[in-house]
């Protein structure tokens, strides 16, 4: 029978506390042992919530009973809490982004090996269902050929101030919300894009970007465009995908939206629009015969899942689904992306 499996987290702060909660909500699978915040108000607040507080990370790594160890703390921190975690013989879950540049994640790989320890990453909205919606239209052929995707987040809030809004910390939209939307990005297409031209924006910070507009070419010819912004007042679309037959739209994280598809030719001439500086066929709406409007697909998609797999892992029973690849491939494309932005270029893959 497989075991139940304990999981620590380390720093208590907005996701320490999100882990805390979905750890709890799977008894029999998994069970939070306890939290670690380097600040004391913070463990404090802890046990008022009812959770064990550790009093030192040290205490942490020492307590036997724990096989994992889940790392919800500055980006800039990653890297030497997982080898930390590794070299006492538990398994590593570190937040996104994994960490700051290749080179470090090679050396959190390289613990990994070195100690026999588990290391992975939460990539947790690869359980997004508008992200599952979009991966299911776009490979469904119900559009024809897929030529372009469009994924997108839009705020209007700037940064959170604080240390998301400084360089050494790893703050910065790309590492933020970015890596999200490229991980999303290389689950639906399974494999490498061919180029990438991004710019970088600086509305509200200078130190680290506040959003980026990536546009990745993969060797089909598909035109993959992701974006983060956050001094959008009026959101565009989370999703967009543009097939030769059809075109699907995913307004929102509650998968609002439709698809509509082309169903017959058309017979008569486009009937032109009339503008200002004259009229025009090329613009103008399809006949209503000719096409076809359909609601969005609904996909049941279950966060626990994540912890599952953990459980399953640590029980043998599974492989890790965040694999030591994946997060070489999004690495390179954040790093891609920087260098893009400097230089004003395409950058080849
Ligand atoms: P936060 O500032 O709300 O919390 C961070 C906490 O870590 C603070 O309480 C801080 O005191 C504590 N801390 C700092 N250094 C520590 C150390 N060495 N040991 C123990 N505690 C320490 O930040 P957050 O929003 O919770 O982000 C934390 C991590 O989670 C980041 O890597 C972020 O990118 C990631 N995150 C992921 C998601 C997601 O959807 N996967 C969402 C939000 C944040």
Same mark, same amino acid.
């Given at each position: *029978? /497989?075991?139940?499996?304990?999981?620590?987290?380390?720093?208590?702060?907005?996701?320490?506390?999100?882990?805390?909660?979905?750890?709890?909500?799977?008894?029999?699978?998994?069970?939070?042992?306890?939290?670690?915040?380097?600040?004391?108000?913070?463990?404090?607040?802890?046990?008022?919530?009812?959770?064990?507080? =550790?009093?030192?990370?040290?205490?942490?790594?020492?307590?036997?009973?724990?096989?994992?160890?889940?790392?919800? +703390?500055?980006?800039? @921190? %990653?890297?030497?809490?997982?080898?930390?975690?590794?070299?006492?013989?538990?398994?590593? !879950?570190?937040?996104?982004?994994?960490?700051?540049?290749?080179?470090?994640?090679?050396?959190?790989?390289?613990? /990994?090996?070195?100690?026999?320890? #588990? $290391?992975?990453?939460?990539?947790?909205?690869?359980?997004?269902?508008? $992200?599952?919606?979009?991966?299911? +239209?776009?490979?469904?052929?119900?559009?024809?050929?897929? &030529?372009?995707?469009?994924?997108?987040?839009?705020?209007?809030?700037?940064?959170?101030?604080?240390?998301?809004?400084?360089?050494?910390?790893?703050?910065?939209?790309?590492?933020?919300?970015?890596?999200?939307?490229?991980?999303?990005?290389?689950?639906?297409?399974?494999?490498?894009?061919?180029?990438? =031209?991004?710019?970088?924006?600086?509305?509200?910070?200078?130190?680290?970007?506040?959003? $980026?507009?990536?546009? &990745?070419? &993969?060797?089909?010819?598909?035109?993959?465009?992701?974006?983060?912004?956050? /001094?959008?007042?009026?959101?565009?679309?989370?999703?967009?995908?543009?097939?030769?037959?059809?075109?699907? #739209?995913?307004?929102?994280?509650?998968?609002?939206?439709?698809?509509? +598809?082309?169903?017959?030719?058309?017979?008569?001439?486009?009937?032109?629009?009339?503008?200002?500086?004259?009229?025009?066929?090329? *613009?103008?709406?399809?006949?209503?015969?000719? !096409?076809?409007?359909?609601?969005?697909?609904? +996909?049941?998609?279950?966060?626990?899942?994540? =912890?599952?797999?953990?459980?399953?892992?640590?029980?043998?029973?599974?492989?890790?689904?965040?694999? %030591?690849?994946? @997060?070489?491939?999004?690495?390179?494309?954040?790093?891609?992306?920087?260098?893009?932005?400097?230089?004003?270029?395409?950058?080849?893959?």
């Amino acid at each position: *029978m /497989s075991k139940v499996v304990r999981v620590a987290v380390v720093g208590y702060g907005g996701m320490g506390g999100w882990h805390t909660k979905r750890l709890q909500e799977i008894p029999g699978v998994v069970e939070l042992a306890g939290v670690y915040d380097i600040k004391p108000e913070r463990n404090k607040a802890a046990e008022e919530n009812g959770i064990h507080a =550790y009093s030192s990370f040290e205490e942490l790594l020492a307590d036997k009973t724990v096989d994992v160890v889940t790392v919800a +703390i500055p980006n800039d @921190q %990653h890297k030497k809490v997982c080898i930390q975690v590794m070299e006492a013989g538990k398994v590593a !879950i570190s937040e996104k982004p994994v960490t700051l540049c290749t080179a470090d994640l090679e050396e959190m790989i390289a613990a /990994s090996k070195r100690t026999g320890s #588990v $290391f992975t990453v939460h990539q947790n909205r690869r359980w997004d269902e508008d $992200f599952r919606v979009a991966e299911k +239209i776009a490979k469904s052929g119900q559009l024809g050929r897929v &030529f372009a995707i469009q994924s997108r987040v839009h705020g209007s809030r700037g940064i959170p101030g604080d240390w998301r809004n400084t360089k050494a910390q790893g703050g910065g939209m790309v590492l933020d919300w970015g890596v999200h939307l490229l991980d999303q990005m290389n689950m639906m297409m399974g494999k490498m894009p061919v180029s990438v =031209y991004a710019t970088l924006s600086n509305v509200t910070n200078e130190e680290v970007d506040d959003g $980026f507009t990536a546009t &990745f070419k &993969f060797d089909n010819d598909l035109v993959f465009t992701v974006e983060v912004g956050t /001094s959008n007042f009026i959101n565009l679309p989370r999703w967009y995908v543009e097939g030769l037959n059809g075109t699907a #739209v995913i307004d929102d994280f509650q998968v609002n939206g439709k698809i509509v +598809i082309a169903t017959a030719d058309e017979e008569h001439d486009a009937v032109p629009i009339v503008t200002a500086a004259g009229l025009t066929k090329t *613009m103008a709406p399809r006949t209503p015969e000719t !096409i076809s409007e359909l609601p969005l697909p609904r +996909i049941d998609c279950d966060i626990h899942d994540y =912890y599952r797999n953990i459980a399953a892992v640590v029980n043998g029973e599974a492989e890790q689904i965040v694999t %030591h690849d994946q @997060q070489r491939q999004l690495m390179k494309l954040m790093e891609a992306i920087f260098e893009s932005a400097e230089k004003n270029q395409v950058v080849y893959f």
